[in-house]
T-cell receptor, first 114, second 110 residues
């Protein structure tokens, strides 16, 4: 079975442009998480979906970031407009329903804003 | 504030030598502690969690609540252990977000 997949693997855009990252969780996983690692910093939580509902979005940095999870399946994370400090690696993770299950991570999307 | 501290950015040891990756945490509640590993060109994966109390790939980690530490240890390092290691925690109650340390790159010299 395929693990968590993310698209694209790399994205290079200019400041002010819009980028949309996609995450496909493992089939049957109700929980979906977004994290990011900015250069030189630790991996930080952005938000958590349970099915299509946002359970916790306390880590979203500002209103330039918009996350959606259509029909409780895949999720998108849109950055509009992108700023230089948004550069980093964006990870998606998913887990089975419930609170104690292991989170399985995707390979990440490396975003570079020039 | 919830925080995970990994004091070493890089740790280099010879093959066969013991390894200890340090991790300290600050958390007011009752956390669940983890070690994640990312090998070259692979995705982040769970190595072990403190509630399992098991050894994975020869690694062990003991939660010391008095010292708020969760150091990762292996008695004899192998070349395939070279990777990036992240200590992490999440709270039992919500069990949503995972809080990561900044990571330690472990390099095993032949």
């Amino acid at each position: 079975e395929a693990g968590v997949t993310q698209f694209p693997s790399h994205s290079v855009i200019e400041k002010g442009q819009t980028v949309t990252l996609r995450c496909d969780p493992i089939s049957g996983h109700d929980n979906l998480y977004w994290y990011r690692r900015v250069m030189g910093k630790e991996i930080k939580f952005l938000l958590h979906f349970v099915k299509e509902s946002k359970q916790d979005e306390s880590g979203m940095p500002n209103n330039r970031f918009l996350a959606e999870r259509t029909g409780g399946t895949y999720s998108t994370l849109k950055v509009q407009p992108a700023e230089l400090e948004d550069s980093g690696v964006y990870f998606c993770a998913s887990s089975l329903a419930g609170v104690y299950n292991e989170q399985f991570f995707g390979p990440g999307t490396r975003l570079t804003v020039l | 504030a919830q925080r995970v501290t990994q004091p070493e950015k890089l740790l280099s040891v010879f093959k066969g030598a013991p390894v200890e990756l340090k991790c300290n945490y600050s958390y007011s509640g009752s956390p669940e502690l983890f070690w994640y590993v990312q090998y070259s060109r692979q995705r982040l994966q769970l190595l072990l969690r403190h509630i399992s109390r098991e050894s994975i790939k020869g690694f062990t980690a003991d939660l010391n609540k008095g010292e708020t530490s969760f150091h990762l240890k292996k008695p004899f390092a192998q070349e395939e252990d070279s990777a990036m290691y992240y200590c992490a925690l999440r709270e039992y109650s919500s069990a949503s977000k995972i809080i990561f340390g900044s990571g330690t790159r472990l390099s095993i010299r032949p």
